[in-house]
Each structure stands twice: as C-alpha cells, then as structure tokens.
C-alpha cells in the first residue's frame, strides 16, 4: 500500500460525502497518482464500515467492467468488484428521484442469489452454478461521483465502483435450466428499445463474473456468504437517463423488470 491510515480515511469520507450529496469531484488519483490497488480497496473497505457503523445493512455485491462493451467504454480491460448498502435497492416498478444522484446510467443484469458459501481460491463456474439459489433479472443503476464521469480503474474501485442504486424483478430461474450464456436481454427507454445482449458478453458467462468475486475475496480470506445477491455486471453499455425516463429490463425465460426517474 501507498498510502496512510489517514489518507484512507479522509479519501473514503470525501467520496462518500460527495455520494450522499449528490456532489461530482476530480478522480483521486489526481492527487495520489503512486496509489495502488489495495488502496483502493482498502478505501472502499472504509466507506461500507462508515455506513455499517451507521446501522446501514450491506445486502449484496457486484462486479463491474464485466463485458467487453463496458470495458471498451471505460477504457478498461479489468473487472472490479463493490458492495450493496440496503438504500441502494429501489422496488420494482419504483421511482428514483434523480436529484439525489448526479449522472445516472443504467445496465442491463443477471443477478444471482447464492444458497451456498462460495470461496476462492481456485472458485470456478461449475461451483458458483452449483451454489446459486436462482438468477433473476436486474437494472442496476451506475452513478460515478467522478466529474463528467472520467476516472480510472483505481479511482472507479475506491468510489465502490459507481454502486449507487439497483432493481431486481421479472421471475427467479434456475440456472441448473437455463444457458445463460445465450440468454439474451432487451433494455427498452420510455418504450423503445436501446440496447440488446446476451449473458455471454459478461466474461462469456456471467457466472464466471461471481467465480472471479469469489476468488478475489478468497485472497483476503473472505467468502461469498449463503444468500447473497450478487449482480454480475452490465450486458451492454452502460444508457444515460435523466428525470421523465422510464426504463424496462425484458430477459428471456426470466420476466421483466421496469423502474421510472423523477
């Protein structure tokens, strides 16, 4: 690690400061060019234990920069991985006030449920298919707290990875019956379709997205509990929305999910 007990602290509450407020900021690496990659963990790991301390629940994880259209959007060519707090999620066919955000985006999302602890090292896809409850689909909306949402990797992980609310719905399958590589989804604006996929573009399955969470958690000794909820990352590119937007989620086999901004 580059940085001091102190530096992690003071990035962790600025950034978390400029989430609650709803407030963008230059990419931290500007000032901390040397930091590296446990930083930006660590710094992660110090903004859920600032929630945490204030009776916040963490409900979930997520993995990031999963698909090759995300990556080369980005600028990228490495998945990252953050946490869900209890606020984050939003009910299906909800509203989400845009003016407690700053550039919202949205993706298109498979999410699993585990019904078995998952741990690395040496996690793989046979194992997270046999330890997942049912895979569901999911909206999950991205709100980088970076200026005109510019930043790189290290700065996009120590910000939890742009986690700011999500959407789960349609119908739970089970994933021992479904091919989620050829799982094809439709992500439709205010009626008309704006983005298309399938679960292949996630890593070529997207279970391989939670194998690679699990492995890296493994390396701090961590697992992937019973029950958790996991999104496995963006199938397309990430869809900007702004106030009036209505955003629907149709996947194949598994349903709808719809979710409106204000």
């Known amino acids: 690690m580059k940085l001091d007990r102190a530096t992690i602290e003071k990035l962790a509450t600025h950034l978390e400061t400029c989430e609650l407020q709803a407030q963008d ?9 040397d930091m590296d990659w446990d930083d930006a963990y660590a710094i992660q790991d110090e903004i859920k234990c600032r929630k945490i301390a204030r009776g916040t629940r963490i409900v979930g994880l997520k993995a990031g920069l999963t698909s090759h259209a995300k990556m080369k959007q980005m600028g990228v060519d490495t998945p990252v991985f953050g946490f869900l707090a209890d606020y984050f999620g939003v009910p299906e066919g909800g ?7 700053i550039h919202p985006k949205v993706e298109p999302e498979i999410a699993f449920v585990t019904k078995a602890p998952l741990k690395g090292p040496g996690c793989h896809i046979g194992a997270v298919l046999a330890a ?3 895979v569901i689909p999911a909206i999950e909306i991205i709100d980088s707290r970076y200026r005109d949402f510019k930043f790189d990797l290290k700065s996009v992980v120590a910000d939890n990875c742009s986690s700011s609310r999500f959407v789960v719905g349609g119908r739970m399958g089970d994933a ?3 091919d989620l590589r050829t799982l094809g989804i439709v992500l439709e604006k205010n009626g008309e379709p704006v983005a298309f996929g399938a679960g292949a573009a996630v890593l070529g399955h997207p279970a391989a997205a939670i194998a690679m969470l699990a492995n890296k958690l493994g390396e701090k000794g961590e697992e992937i509990p019973a029950g958790t909820l996991i999104l496995s990352g963006g199938i397309t590119e990430a869809v900007a929305v702004q106030p009036g937007d209505a955003v629907t989620l149709r996947a194949q086999h598994l349903g709808s999910v719809s979710v409106r901004f204000t």
């Open 25 to 33: 900021t230059p990419k931290i690496t500007d000032e901390h060019p």
């Open 95 to 101: 509203e989400i006030d845009t003016g407690k955000l």
């Open 132 to 134: 997942t409850d049912f």
């Open 176 to 178: 021992a019956d479904l």
